[in-house]
């Protein structure tokens, strides 16, 4: 038991540092996108917020709630919020895999998305481009948390219903004090007597002797068990 608490304490510990790296990126993000905001606001009054903006402040922010699910559901030891941080991740995986094939084996990749007025997403790609192996190695770091944090997730949902599971069984074991006709037997709280029908009876026919003997002392006989002596 103490070599799967330990084991427990371990991922748990190790879930809440990889799921620090995507709270990281998410609040990075949002701050990117308040400096877009206060770019747009200074030097493009006469256009609309473009659409990269809100993308990176849906990102961030799914990316720290995320996070945060994360962290609640290790320290609650919630299953319902592990299994809703596991959908969570997993979807984030998947979107980017998705986004990473088609920037990879697509040439034209960016003509997918609209245009941007501000010029923004451009300015973000000539930055990326300028800095590719800083942003490779956070990607791939990033890739990484959130792969470790999806398996460690599933793991620990898996232990902690099985640690459930035992203790449920665990406690079905045992015989609990006072419960009725357990293997065929009563089972009585200690020192209680049970008064049934056959008590009532010997407590009255003792009861009768007694009586009719003090009756019959009191026309001066003796004799035992309630009857008159007999004389010689």
């Given at each position: 038991?103490?070599?799967?608490?330990?084991?427990?304490?371990?991922?748990?510990?190790?879930?809440?540092?990889?799921?620090?790296?995507?709270?990281?990126?998410?609040?990075?993000?949002?701050?990117?996108?308040?400096?877009?905001?206060?770019?747009?606001?200074?030097?493009?009054?006469?256009?609309?917020?473009?659409?990269?903006?809100?993308?990176?402040?849906?990102?961030?922010?799914?990316?720290?709630?995320?996070?945060?699910?994360?962290?609640?559901?290790?320290?609650?030891?919630?299953?319902?919020?592990?299994?809703?941080?596991?959908?969570?991740?997993?979807?984030?995986?998947?979107?980017?895999?998705?986004?990473?094939?088609?920037?990879?084996?697509?040439?034209?990749?960016?003509?997918d998305f609209?245009?941007?007025?501000?010029?923004?997403?451009?300015?973000?790609?000539?930055?990326?481009?300028?800095?590719?192996?800083?942003?490779?190695?956070?990607?791939i770091l990033?890739?990484?948390?959130?792969?470790?944090?999806?398996?460690?997730?599933?793991?620990?949902?898996?232990?902690?219903?099985?640690?459930?599971?035992?203790?449920?069984?665990?406690?079905?074991?045992?015989?609990?004090?006072?419960?009725?006709?357990?293997?065929?037997?009563?089972?009585?709280?200690?020192?209680?007597?049970?008064?049934?029908?056959?008590?009532?009876l010997l407590?009255?026919?003792?009861?009768?002797?007694?009586?009719?003997?003090?009756?019959?002392?009191?026309?001066?006989?003796?004799?035992?068990?309630?009857?008159?002596?007999?004389?010689?």
């Amino acid at each position: 038991m103490s070599m799967d608490r330990s084991s427990r304490f371990c991922m748990r510990t190790t879930l809440k540092l990889a799921n620090s790296i995507m709270l990281l990126a998410g609040i990075a993000i949002l701050m990117y996108s308040v400096w877009i905001i206060v770019v747009c606001l200074r030097d493009y009054q006469k256009h609309h917020f473009p659409w990269f903006l809100w993308v990176c402040i849906g990102t961030g922010a799914i990316f720290c709630f995320t996070a945060f699910i994360g962290h609640i559901a290790v320290a609650r030891r919630n299953n319902c919020l592990l299994s809703l941080y596991i959908l969570a991740v997993f979807l984030l995986l998947l979107a980017e895999i998705l986004v990473t094939a088609d920037v990879f084996l697509n040439d034209d990749w960016d003509k997918d998305f609209p245009k941007d007025p501000t010029h923004r997403f451009d300015d973000f790609v000539d930055f990326a481009d300028d800095n590719e192996k800083i942003f490779s190695f956070l990607a791939i770091l990033l890739l990484f948390s959130q792969v470790v944090s999806f398996i460690l997730a599933m793991i620990l949902r898996t232990m902690h219903h099985n640690h459930r599971s035992f203790l449920e069984d665990e406690n079905d074991d045992q015989i609990p004090v006072g419960a009725p006709y357990v293997l065929g037997h009563p089972q009585y709280p200690p020192e209680t007597h049970v008064h049934g029908a056959g008590d009532a009876l010997l407590e009255k026919d003792s009861y009768k002797p007694h009586q009719e003997k003090g009756v019959w002392s009191m026309f001066g006989g003796g004799g035992t068990a309630g009857y008159p002596p007999i004389h010689p």
